[in-house]
């Protein structure tokens, strides 16, 4: 039995011993009715079956192991989206962006990398502290460190350009954080990391597939509960590079369009104010 999932394999051990055991009383019962034992008699005297279960990957079905480097996870996209839905909005909401990048407004992907580099730098120190975690916990580390922390990478750098895209899209820095949350909330219900995302309606797999932490989770499972091999999680590092590429392109989109606005209402007040003076 795969127990690489707790909560599935409770549901599939469940299933097989009520099968397995009604079929094999049924049987019992039927043969001693043969040999002319009472159906009320033989209903009390057959024996139940004995199964053995051979566990795959998370043998002891420990939850720690199972939830907790999962949930460290939503963590730290939460940390992530919560800092970055600010980045941009605050500031547009303030009035301070024109007199602060005046002189960036022909370069909107490095003023966006200003933004999240920072946080990038953050995330280091918040792996840093996971790891020390995983060792005094003494969770299981995942197989292949080296592209762990190239998924991670990719994983941050995606999370960061969504949270960035949405900074800039909505100039309100409280509903910013409210449909960042409004995101990042139900991601690891419809993540498929407890239940399978082929279980759930097309709609909902549409947006978990948007959402970087659903790839990052299908492939930390593989490397850290199953102890899969690292060419099994290239299509969800290539399904993370993809939405990276995609946020940070929308995102340079929406901030270029955003400077030109700003800045062409900045010169006319300038303008006039250099008259009146």
């Known amino acids: 039995m795969n127990t690489g999932n707790v909560l599935t394999a409770n549901f599939a051990s469940k299933a097989l011993q009520l099968t397995i055991g009604t079929f094999s009383a049924g049987a019992s019962i039927k043969a001693l009715q043969k040999a002319g034992m009472p159906a009320t008699k033989a209903a009390t005297q057959y024996e139940p079956f004995k199964a053995n279960y051979i566990t795959l990957f998370n043998t002891t079905g420990n939850y720690l192991i199972f939830m907790w480097p999962a949930m460290l996870a939503v963590v730290l996209q939460q940390v992530i ?44 120190l918040i792996v840093g502290v996971y790891y020390f975690m995983h060792m005094i916990f003494r969770v299981p580390m995942p197989e292949g460190i080296f592209n762990f922390i190239l998924l991670t990478a990719v994983f941050v750098g995606s999370a960061s350009f969504l949270g960035v895209f949405i900074s800039i899209l909505i100039p309100d820095a409280l509903k910013a954080t409210q449909i960042l949350m409004v995101i990042a909330s139900p991601a690891f219900i419809i993540s498929g990391f407890t239940w399978p995302l082929s279980a759930m309606p097309a709609f909902v797999q549409f947006i978990a597939n948007i959402i970087p932490l659903t790839p990052f989770l299908q492939a930390f499972k593989i490397l850290l509960i199953q102890k899969g091999s690292v ?24 901030l270029k369009i955003k400077l030109w606005f700003i800045f062409k209402k900045a010169v006319p007040v300038e303008s006039k104010e250099l008259h009146e003076e």
């Not at 005046?102 to 370069?107: E, Q």
């Open 81 to 124: 989206l919560l800092a970055m839905a600010v980045s941009f909005a605050a500031e547009f909401e303030r009035g301070s962006f024109v007199k602060e990048y005046a002189k960036m407004k022909r370069w909107a992907f490095p003023t966006m990398l200003i933004k999240v580099f920072p946080i990038w730098v953050f995330s280091i």
């Open 231 to 254: 060419e099994l999680t290239f299509p969800y590092l290539k399904h993370l590079s993809i939405l990276l590429v995609v946020y940070a392109v929308i995102g340079w989109i929406a």
